[in-house]
T-cell receptor, first 114, second 113 residues
């Protein structure tokens, strides 16, 4: 099973709303990732968790707040977003950080900020 | 300077017309090179991992190869369902970004029946 699930599939929110994106994997992977992808661009790394600890934070604004409750779950809390934050948000997982192993991506959450 | 460059940006083929996509890279100590397929509005789907020059991997109509400076994704007798954006990504072995994937901008493939 190489499945990463993400909810919701679509999200529309206003600039004053608070919402959360959820990601789950049951492959026993110990590294999980959040990416942001704008139209016709490759994915951009936002955060990396390794063994449930934040390992890499690619200078993302504080209106994005990641959380890793356990080794299977990854959340992205959103607050006071801007219209330019509208994008496809992708979650991925891999066996471990630092090893040359593939990352498996979820289907993504299409976020629209009004 | 881009570390991963994919060409062409877009490729239009007729069904059955074989071709190749290119991914050239300039990174310090390649740990792995990865090919993904991405359909519009969906997450990237993993295709292949290549680790060392001379390595080849095949899956159905796709074959990926690796040299010290570039990788090719060969598509043999493509079908319309092969239409997608193909992303190449590399993982460096040195520096502070170990484990991070460095993506190219992708090649958008369209296969017409």
């Amino acid at each position: 099973d190489t499945e990463v699930t993400q909810t919701p599939k679509h999200l529309v929110m206003g600039m004053t709303n608070k919402k959360s994106l959820k990601c789950e994997q049951h492959m026993g992977h110990r590294a999980m990732y959040w990416y942001k992808q704008k139209a016709k661009k490759p994915p951009e790394l936002m955060f990396v968790y390794s063994y449930e600890k934040l390992s890499i934070n690619e200078s993302v604004p504080s209106r994005f707040s990641p959380e890793c409750p356990n080794s299977s779950l990854l959340n992205l809390h959103l607050h006071a977003l801007q219209p330019e934050d509208s994008a496809l948000y992708l979650c991925a997982s891999s066996h471990a950080l630092g090893l040359a192993t593939e990352q498996f991506f979820g289907p993504g959450t299409r976020l629209t900020v009004l | 300077e881009d570390q991963v460059t994919q060409s062409p940006e877009a490729l239009r083929l007729q069904e059955g017309e074989s071709s190749s996509l290119n991914c050239s890279y300039t990174v310090s100590g390649l740990r792995g090179l990865f090919w993904y397929r991405q359909d519009p509005g969906k997450g990237p789907e993993f295709l292949f991992t290549l680790y060392s020059a001379g390595e080849e991997k095949e899956k159905e109509r796709l074959k990926a190869t690796l040299t010290k400076k570039e990788s090719f994704l060969h598509i043999t007798a493509p079908k319309p369902e092969d239409s997608a954006t193909y992303l190449c990504a590399v993982q460096e072995g040195y520096g502070g970004s170990q484990g991070n994937l460095i993506f190219g901008k992708g090649t958008k493939l369209s296969v017409k029946p």
